[in-house]
């Protein structure tokens, strides 16, 4: 089958040659051929001074057997051509006479360029001191390594008394790779570190933190333990030192860091047992401690439920019922006694006055915070008296989380907010339903600064993708420009943009080898980026974007796409910012430079997403065909668009898209068929679509996928 016959007397477009698909011949004008072609021209034979080649190298390619004149897929017209591929590349040509008949395609030529991998370097160690003896090992390489200093072999001994950075290139029949990636060894003095202490006194039975500032190696302690920082509990008042210790250096020692102890815990004289006065049916336990000798401590005294200064306190010290309860002091340093259980009996009593009334439900209520970003008010109460639980309502149109919690939040509304304040009211239930008492009721108004017109602040994101380049045959780096605008009138703080790789590489088979990133003035990069799990963010915390302004953030990272199963890669990236009222912004990129290609003034509304389509070497019987664009004019000569060499049992899937972004053609089991008229969109079933450039993507059964630009002439 003829893939594709050009008509025309002139080709003026440029020739794209694509490592793993042989180009097509796009023509984008040209004027109709008028004499008849009695009998096309045999297709050229292509010879070539060699197949293999190291990157960087010629190559010579002659035609031979054609009268006319020689057209390559590289748009020369000469009989002999010199090329310089940077990847393995097939090449072929047809012959075109003087009346304007042409060939089917020669044989394709194919190119191997052998570039072997860069090989992986790994220092021994990562960090040493002056003259230490360092090995670093490259992998990776079945030939040659050869280091940056002279050096070859698979390892490198180096001494040195300043940090060093290496490089090794791998040579294999004949050819070099690209350096390898540098790999860093850090020299290093160690100084003696300073240690500190969250807390320089504690009481018998608490711990402290103790850290060692300014090592960049191992820290050593005193008693032995290795690490920056340790969590200790001594029994006593105790001293810590520390040393730095890099490669077989060591600092001298720290500066001695105390830990005081205070005594331990006591039991502190007071009274165990307290009693009612009738008619009251309640014990006070706060006479336990005044009629005692523990009367004189000077400290605070805490009521608890529990054997610990952490169990519940106790609601009402001084009218509680029957029970066991426990009293714990605290002195003016913070630490606590042991728990004292005391006991409170209750007598009968005659004309007794209930509990509910000589300690009635009381209700204690305050707003704990208020939360912009989450639109969240966190409010607090407590219970007093023979209060057990309440019940939260508001007057609000939002939602409360939990309203049967003494510490809850309200997601406020709108409505909330343009009203500038909310109330909640707080009941007990009753505590002797038909009898004298009564329940708990209390108020508590929260005040939100109210919104009184809509938000006009705007956070735009862009992302534009620049060609590749590639590393070795499987290895690429891709790279993105990503433009934050402050398209609202006042400046936006806590800028942040994140971009997650892993749902655009990894998730597709790829490997993530390394990333950079970099900003414009006036922004710091993240130095935990990564692309991967959770270092997803770009930017360091607390960058800010005036009103009107934009800046950009140029990230670059290195993928192994030999284990792909696409070459198509799409993601898209988020910003996020705080306005000037801490309500929260966001936008989701959208592609190319401008982060409202519209021109509406909402980026908001432009969420496409950036799309790099790598085309890399493939193997022999897996070169897929694809032309580069067709001219269904009706003459008989290239009125279809033809996709060959596609493997046996492989089915195809096609669809054509306008410079819109329209699909004007789509056919889930494409036989070769398309003439160039829509079966999508209002125009189906119509003519042909307008002459121009349209976007294609193939999708192969066995996952491959190609996306690229056709050119339509008539």
């Given amino acids: ?384 008296g023979v209060a057990q639980s309440l019940t939260w309502q508001t007057t609000g149109s939002g939602l409360i989380v939990d309203p049967t919690s003494l510490t809850t939040r309200y997601l406020f509304s709108d409505a909330d907010q343009q009203r500038g304040a909310v109330e909640f009211t707080l009941s007990t239930p009753d505590p002797d339903g038909n009898g004298p008492c009564t329940a708990a009721t209390t108020k508590l108004t929260a005040t939100i600064p109210a919104r009184n017109a809509p938000s006009t602040e705007l956070i735009g994101l862009s992302k534009k993708a620049f060609d590749p380049t590639w590393v070795s045959n499987s290895v690429v780096e891709v790279s993105y420009q990503l433009t934050v605008t402050n398209a609202g009138k006042n400046q936006l703080t806590n800028v942040q943009v994140s971009d997650n790789l892993t749902r655009a590489f990894t998730a597709s088979g790829a490997a993530i080898q390394r990333v950079t990133v970099r900003t414009d003035a006036g922004w710091t990069a993240a130095a935990t980026y990564t692309g991967q799990q959770a270092d997803t963010t770009l930017l360091a915390a607390g960058q800010s974007l005036a009103a009107g302004a934009s800046n950009s953030i140029y990230l670059t990272a290195r993928i192994d796409v030999g284990q792909a199963n696409t070459l198509t890669f799409e993601n898209s990236a988020w910003a996020t910012a705080t306005d000037v009222s801490g309500m929260i912004c966001r936008d989701k990129s959208t592609n190319g430079t401008n982060p409202d290609p519209d021109q509406n003034g909402n980026p908001g509304d432009n969420a496409d997403p950036t799309v790099i389509a790598l085309h890399a070497a493939a193997t022999e019987g897996s070169t897929v065909f694809i032309p580069e664009g067709f001219s269904p004019n009706g003459d008989g000569v290239n009125d279809r668009f033809v996709i060959q060499q596609v493997p046996t049992g492989i089915r195809v899937d096609l669809e054509v898209l306008n410079r819109w972004g329209h699909v004007v053609y789509r056919s889930q089991d494409y036989r070769n068929d398309w003439d160039g008229r829509p079966n999508q969109g209002i125009g189906a079933a119509g003519a042909g679509v307008p002459e121009g450039t349209y976007f294609y993507i193939v999708r192969l059964s066995n996952g491959r996928e190609f996306t690229r630009f056709m050119t339509i002439s008539r």
Wanted: net charge positive; glycine share 6%; hydrophobic share 35%.
């Fill in 1 to 384: 089958m003829i893939q594709f016959l050009p008509k025309h007397l002139h080709i003026l477009s440029h020739w794209i040659l694509i490592p793993g698909i042989v180009s097509g011949f796009m023509i984008t004008h040209a004027s109709a051929q008028t004499a008849p072609c009695p009998a096309p021209p045999t297709p050229p034979v292509i010879n070539g001074s060699a197949t293999a080649i190291c990157r960087g190298d010629s190559v010579k390619l002659t035609a031979l057997g054609c009268p006319g004149t020689v057209v390559w897929s590289t748009n020369d017209t000469l009989t002999n051509i010199t090329v310089r591929p940077q990847r393995t590349t097939k090449y072929t040509a047809i012959c075109r006479l003087q009346k304007g008949c042409i060939s089917c395609f020669a044989e394709v030529y194919t190119i191997t360029v052998n570039t072997p991998k860069a090989p992986v370097l790994t220092p021994g160690i990562a960090l040493a001191c002056p003259d230490d003896n360092v090995i670093l090992s490259a992998t990776g390489c079945t030939g040659t390594v050869a280091w940056s200093n002279g050096h070859t072999g698979n390892t490198l001994s180096i001494r040195s008394a300043f940090t060093s950075s290496y490089q090794a290139t791998c040579r294999e029949s004949g050819c070099v790779s690209a350096p390898s990636l540098p790999a860093i060894v850090q020299i290093e003095t160690p100084v003696k570190p300073l240690i500190q202490a969250d807390k320089p006194v504690i009481c018998g039975g608490q711990s402290v933190q103790l850290t060692a500032v300014g090592c960049s190696g191992t820290v050593i302690w005193s008693d032995g333990y290795a690490g920056i920082s340790r969590q200790i509990s001594p029994a006593q008042t105790s001293r810590y030192r520390a040393v730095c210790r890099i490669g077989t250096c060591q600092s001298d020692s720290s500066d001695q860091q105390t830990i005081q102890v205070q005594n331990t815990a006591f039991k502190p004289a007071v009274l165990t047992l307290a009693k009612n006065g009738c008619p009251y049916q309640t014990a006070d336990l706060s006479r336990l401690i005044q009629e005692s000798p523990a009367a004189t401590l000077k400290g605070s005294w805490l009521f608890r439920t529990g054997p610990s200064a952490s169990a519940p306190a106790v609601q009402s010290p001084t009218a509680v019922e029957s029970g066991t309860y426990y009293i714990i002091f605290q002195d003016n340093s913070g630490c606590y006694s042991e728990p004292v259980a005391v006991t409170a009996v209750i007598s009968a009593c005659q004309n007794a006055i209930p509990v509910c009334i000589s300690n009635p439900a009381r209700i204690v209520a305050w707003v704990d915070s208020l939360d912009f970003q989450t639109r969240a008010i966190r409010v607090k109460a407590q219970l007093r």
